[in-house]
């Protein structure tokens, strides 16, 4: 079954570094997402991409951050100047059409020292 | 903003018995709801899923109940399994776009 992939698994990182998750979606996806959760809290939205530009974006998502997708398979997430908040498991997602369920990779737990 | 809630952070049962699992919502403009279940150290796998326009879906030992007036909506799984126990994640969103997830519930199915 197709599935999501992300890498890399664990990512550590100074604090103050660029970082950049990577996300393989699910290849005839046309929608992505990224969510992330801190530990002990829930799942929380980042942003959502489609038709190559941002479709919505949290509160979170402030100017640090940015998404891309920079060929046909691969989804981005950039993290310009991490701060210690930004400790957290991050998740990518996609789907397909309107209707279907989002399906989650694995994620990467990037840690902020 | 809690716009979705799982009330019970854990629940207990017994293999082959039923397990309900309970969420509600604030938001009446949610349309699209979704079960997620969560093993540590792998992302939330899509279990089932209802639209607004139905108040029941079923699949397999697992079955989605949605009371719209009641703005709750709950995860049925007859008969439970050992392999069931997991953490389970509520979600829901406007036009399946971006989810908005509950804060889980852990379920454990003991022998």
């Known amino acids: 079954e197709p599935e999501v992939t992300q890498t890399p698994s664990h990512q550590v990182t100074q604090m103050g570094q660029e970082v950049i998750l990577r996300c393989v979606p699910i290849s005839n996806h046309l929608y992505f997402y990224w969510y992330r959760q801190i530990l002990g809290q829930k799942v929380e939205f980042l942003v959502s991409f489609y038709n190559n530009e941002i479709s919505e974006k949290s509160e979170i998502f402030d100017d640090q951050f940015s998404v891309e997708r920079p060929d046909g398979s691969n989804f981005t997430l950039k993290i310009r100047s991490t701060k210690l908040e930004d400790s957290a498991m991050y998740f990518c997602a996609s789907r397909g059409s309107s209707g279907q369920p989002q399906h989650f990779g694995d994620g990467t737990r990037l840690s902020i020292l | ?111």
């Open chain 2, 1 to 111: 903003d809690q716009q979705v809630k799982q009330n019970s952070p854990s629940l207990s049962v017994q293999e082959g018995r039923i397990s309900i699992l309970n969420c509600d919502y604030t938001n009446s403009m949610f349309d699209y709801f979704l079960w997620y279940k969560k093993y540590p150290a792998e992302g939330p796998t899509f279990l089932i899923s209802i639209s607004s326009i139905k108040d029941k879906n079923e699949d397999g030992r697992f079955t989605v109940f949605l009371n719209k007036s009641a703005k709750h909506l709950s995860l049925h799984i007859v008969p439970s399994q050992p392999g069931d126990s997991a953490v389970y994640f509520c979600a829901a969103s406007e036009d399946t776009d971006k989810l908005i997830f509950g804060t889980g519930t852990r379920l454990q199915v003991f022998p």
